[in-house]
C-alpha cells in the first residue's frame, strides 16, 4: 500500500536513534532504586503505551553513564526484539525525573528522538503500529533464535510522513479511538462485577444487596441500550 499524499521518508532523518542500557547481570528490583527500568513487561499494545507505574525500580552498582540511555519526554520507543516488533509513547517520564529518577529503557528498545519540526512522536507510534508497515519491518528482521531489527536497518525503514497537521489529527483519532476501547472494556468488566454481585445475591437470600445490584445493572444498561441485548435486559429485570 502506497499513500499519494505523503512523502515517504527514512526514519534516521525523522528522528536521532539510540540503543537502551544491556544489563549485564540479573537485578533485583529496589524501592529505593533511582532508575526507572523500563522492559517489555511494562508495554501495552492495546493503548500502543509503556506504563511506568509498572516498571521496576532498581540499582546498578557500577556507573554508566545515564545520559546515553536515559529517555527524555516525548522521545518514543521501538520494540526492536522478539516475535512482535511495535512502537510506544511513553507517558509520565518527567514526572518520574522530577523526582530524581533516570527512565532507562533496556536493550531490547531503540529510543527515538524526534523532529517535531517534521514528525509528531504520537503519529510515528501509530504509524510503526499500522498493517501497512508490517513487510517492511518484517524485512528486518533477523536472527533464527530470537528475531531482532538491527538499529542500522531500522533507519532505513520510509515511513508516509503527512503535513504536521495532518500527523496531529490522526494521532488525536487514534488516541480517541484507543480510550473508547479501553473504557468499553472497563465498563464491561464493572458490569460483570454487578451481574454477579446481584446472582450471589440470589444465591444467599440476600435482597438489599440483590436489589442494590440490580438497580446499578438496570441503570447502566439503560444509559447502552444499542450496546445490551434487549433479552438480557429483560431477564434482568425478572430477577
Known amino acids: 500500500m502506497r499513500f499519494n499524499n505523503c512523502d515517504y521518508i527514512k526514519i534516521n532523518k525523522l528522528a536521532e536513534l539510540r540503543a537502551g542500557y544491556q544489563l549485564r547481570d540479573r537485578?533485583?528490583?529496589?524501592?529505593?532504586?533511582?532508575i526507572k527500568f523500563i522492559q517489555v513487561g511494562d508495554l501495552n499494545r492495546e493503548t500502543g503505551q509503556a506504563d511506568l507505574s509498572k516498571s521496576d525500580l532498581i540499582t546498578i552498582d557500577k556507573a554508566i553513564e545515564y545520559g546515553k540511555y536515559e529517555l527524555r519526554e516525548s522521545e518514543v520507543l521501538f520494540l526492536s526484539k522478539g516475535s512482535k516488533p511495535g512502537a510506544f509513547t511513553v507517558p509520565g517520564v518527567s514526572d518520574w525525573v522530577d523526582r530524581g529518577c533516570h527512565v532507562i529503557p533496556m536493550?531490547?528498545?531503540i529510543i527515538l528522538d524526534c523532529d517535531k519540526?517534521?514528525?509528531?512522536?504520537?503519529?510515528?507510534?501509530?504509524?510503526?503500529?499500522?498493517?501497512?508497515?508490517?513487510?517492511?519491518?518484517?524485512?528486518?528482521?533477523?536472527?533464527?533464535?530470537?528475531?531482532?531489527?538491527?538499529?542500522?536497518?531500522?533507519?532505513?525503514?520510509?515511513?508516509?510522513?503527512?503535513?504536521?497537521?495532518?500527523?496531529?489529527?490522526?494521532?488525536?483519532l487514534s488516541s480517541l479511538r484507543t480510550q473508547e476501547v479501553v473504557l468499553a472494556k472497563k465498563r464491561e468488566g464493572l458490569l460483570g462485577q454487578l451481574l454477579e454481585a446481584l446472582l450471589l445475591g440470589?444465591?444467599?437470600?440476600?435482597?438489599?444487596?440483590?436489589?442494590?445490584?440490580?438497580?446499578?445493572l438496570l441503570e447502566e444498561y439503560e444509559k447502552h441500550k444499542d450496546i445490551s441485548p434487549e433479552e438480557f435486559q429483560n431477564e434482568l429485570r425478572k430477577l
Not at 537485578?27 to 533511582?34: H, I, L, Q, T, Y
Not at 503500529?129 to 533477523?142: D, L
Not at 515511513?159 to 494521532?171: D, F, N, S, T, Y
Request: glycine share 4%.
Open 202 to 216: 440470589q444465591l444467599e437470600g440476600d435482597a438489599t444487596d440483590a436489589s442494590v445490584a440490580k438497580q446499578k
Open 107 to 109: 536493550s531490547h528498545f
Open 117 to 172: 519540526s517534521r514528525i509528531y512522536p504520537p503519529f510515528l507510534v501509530w504509524a510503526l503500529n499500522q498493517k501497512f508497515m508490517e513487510p517492511a519491518i518484517k524485512a528486518c528482521m533477523k536472527g533464527s533464535g530470537i528475531p531482532f531489527i538491527a538499529k542500522s536497518d531500522f533507519m532505513e525503514i520510509k515511513i508516509p510522513v503527512p503535513k504536521l497537521e495532518i500527523q496531529k489529527k490522526i494521532a488525536q
Open 27 to 34: 537485578v533485583d528490583p529496589d524501592p529505593k532504586g533511582k
